[in-house]
């Protein structure tokens, strides 16, 4: 099947009728945050598939409509911060933000983290109970501690991810956040049973439902 993550970045390649010629073969697409509402709602409406997404630490997904009544969602798709859905054969996770670094919404501490990890965790284990399945797919925003991140405070990563990947093996942990400016830099990290795939401003991803088989494209020029 394939996925297509986005990222942080409005994208012509994307943001376009082109969109369907060359990308309506995906089956899903999961957003990984700093998207606003018009560009989630455009992909979904045009390529007609299951989005599910998180949010970024600069909220723009949460947006005013006329007369300033605050919409909470982009509509047409599903917030998953905390959150477990399964879609076909694949456990989907997520959760949102970034590192706390000034007041604002969507950031958290080291310890913030953890407790919204944990919470996670917990219907993790409802749902393996349930299902028999542990996660695919985790979707977050910022990246792990000390993989694809940045040394100041808002790009650091969190060690609670590190524990996630850890205790619940998933496929995949994919994030935005982190923006990519030259080829030289590192975007895909295996991390003991994880490989970590940062898809700022979108990457296809090619995943075989029962096995850990993978292919990941770059994003075109």
Same mark, same amino acid.
């Given at each position: 099947?394939?996925?297509?993550?986005?990222?942080d $970045?409005? =994208?012509?390649?994307?943001? /376009?009728?082109? &969109?369907?010629?060359?990308? #309506?073969?995906?089956?899903?697409?999961? +957003?990984?945050?700093?998207?606003?509402?018009?560009?989630?709602?455009?992909i979904?409406s045009?390529l007609?598939?299951p989005?599910?997404?998180?949010?970024?630490?600069?909220?723009?997904?949460?947006?005013?409509?006329?007369?300033?009544?605050?919409?909470?969602?982009p509509e047409?798709?599903?917030d998953?911060? $905390?959150? =477990?859905?399964?879609?076909? /054969?694949?456990? &989907?996770?997520g959760l949102? #933000?970034?590192?706390?670094?000034?007041? +604002?919404?969507?950031?958290?501490?080291?310890?913030?983290?953890?407790?919204?990890?944990?919470?996670?965790?917990?219907?993790?284990?409802?749902h393996?109970?349930?299902?028999?399945?542990?996660?695919?797919?985790?979707?977050?925003?910022?990246?792990?501690?000390?993989?694809?991140?940045?040394?100041?405070?808002?790009?650091?990563?969190?060690?609670?991810?590190?524990?996630?990947?850890?205790?619940?093996?998933?496929?995949?942990?994919?994030?935005?956040?982190?923006?990519?400016?030259?080829?030289?830099?590192?975007?895909?990290?295996?991390?003991?049973?994880?490989?970590?795939?940062?898809?700022?401003?979108?990457?296809?991803?090619?995943?075989?439902?029962?096995?850990?088989?993978?292919?990941?494209?770059?994003h075109e020029?």
């Amino acid at each position: 099947m394939k996925i297509l993550a986005v990222s942080d $970045e409005v =994208t012509p390649q994307l943001y /376009s009728p082109a &969109i369907k010629r060359r990308f #309506g073969d995906v089956d899903l697409v999961l +957003g990984c945050g700093d998207l606003p509402h018009y560009y989630l709602e455009f992909i979904v409406s045009m390529l007609n598939v299951p989005l599910y997404y998180v949010m970024g630490n600069h909220g723009f997904e949460v947006e005013y409509a006329n007369g300033g009544v605050q919409r909470k969602r982009p509509e047409g798709c599903v917030d998953i911060d $905390e959150q =477990t859905v399964t879609w076909r /054969s694949l456990t &989907i996770a997520g959760l949102q #933000g970034s590192m706390r670094y000034k007041d +604002g919404p969507y950031q958290y501490t080291q310890a913030e983290m953890e407790s919204k990890a944990l919470l996670l965790s917990v219907k993790l284990l409802q749902h393996r109970l349930k299902s028999g399945h542990w996660p695919d797919i985790l979707v977050t925003h910022a990246p792990p501690y000390g993989i694809h991140d940045g040394k100041d405070p808002c790009h650091t990563g969190f060690r609670a991810f590190l524990r996630f990947m850890d205790r619940f093996k998933p496929r995949y942990l994919i994030h935005g956040h982190s923006h990519v400016y030259s080829q030289l830099q590192t975007t895909t990290t295996r991390y003991s049973d994880t490989t970590v795939i940062n898809v700022y401003p979108y990457r296809l991803l090619e995943i075989e439902p029962s096995d850990a088989a993978q292919k990941v494209y770059p994003h075109e020029s």
